[in-house]
């Protein structure tokens, strides 16, 4: 069978990963119908995101004022059986960008999650050393911040590893309603990730995400934090999943 067309194509860059362990059950909500969770060593993890948006297109078209911009998002880890295999994928709590159009686009076309912010960036290097900061503003919670400092230098994914687990999830599945899911494939080589060696989280969680999230994430040390290179990525129409293929 072929695969659906290629809605998006961009470059994701900087991707500051900063992950936390939380409780299994306040995800289970969230789950998509037909998915389940994907665990870490028996770990449900979430992970707070941050990255760059540049030469985004659209269907082949770059849109005036919207093809370089941030997105910040709170995603988990799940997998779905297709009937032959396990595919590796995310959800979504939360994501939001500086683009009202953006928004409306992806909670049109596949039930996403996404909200609308200011927000700004400072991505600085030296010789030996990379800073990343991403920086958002809601009415409701005011300035947050993520930031770190790596080393310059960029390391190869691991197979078993944290970073691989975090970082080799290729599809995303969201709730259409309960008995139909949307699923749609991500796709983009293994990236390469700097070695961390700061980091900082000043967010308003339990109105960003919601109280559930606060007592694993507020003045919680990170389970693990990564900085990704990031890739060139397409992301492909969305397809949806109506019962387990038998």
Do not use: C
């Amino acid at each position: 069978m072929s695969q659906p067309s290629v809605f998006l194509s961009a470059r994701w860059e900087n991707l500051v990963m900063i992950n936390y362990e939380v409780d299994p059950a306040i995800l289970i909500p969230h789950l998509p119908p037909f998915t389940e969770l994907d665990l870490f060593e028996g770990k449900a993890l979430v992970s707070v995101v941050g990255f760059m948006f540049r030469k985004t297109k659209v269907m082949g078209i770059s849109w005036p004022l919207h093809s370089t911009f941030e997105e910040v998002n709170l995603r988990y880890y799940v997998k779905h059986f297709d009937g032959h295999q396990w595919k590796r994928g995310v959800g979504f709590i939360s994501e939001i960008v500086p683009k009202p159009m953006i928004s409306i686009m992806a909670n049109m076309l596949y039930n996403e999650h996404y909200s609308t912010a200011w927000m700004k960036h400072q991505i600085t290097s030296t010789e030996n050393e990379i800073t990343v900061s991403f920086d958002w503003k809601k009415l409701s919670t005011g300035w947050n911040r993520m930031r770190l400092t790596a080393e310059k230098n960029t390391l190869p994914l691991e197979p078993g590893t944290e970073a691989w687990f975090i970082l080799e999830h290729y599809w995303g599945y969201n709730k259409l309603n309960e008995t139909t899911t949307i699923e749609y494939a991500v796709e983009h080589p293994t990236w390469q990730i700097h070695p961390v060696k700061t980091v900082e989280l000043k967010a308003d969680i339990t109105k960003l995400y919601g109280a559930a999230f606060s007592p694993f994430i507020d003045h919680v040390a990170p389970h693990s934090v990564f900085l990704a290179k990031g890739s060139a990525v397409i992301v492909r129409k969305p397809v949806k999943i109506k019962a387990k293929n038998k």
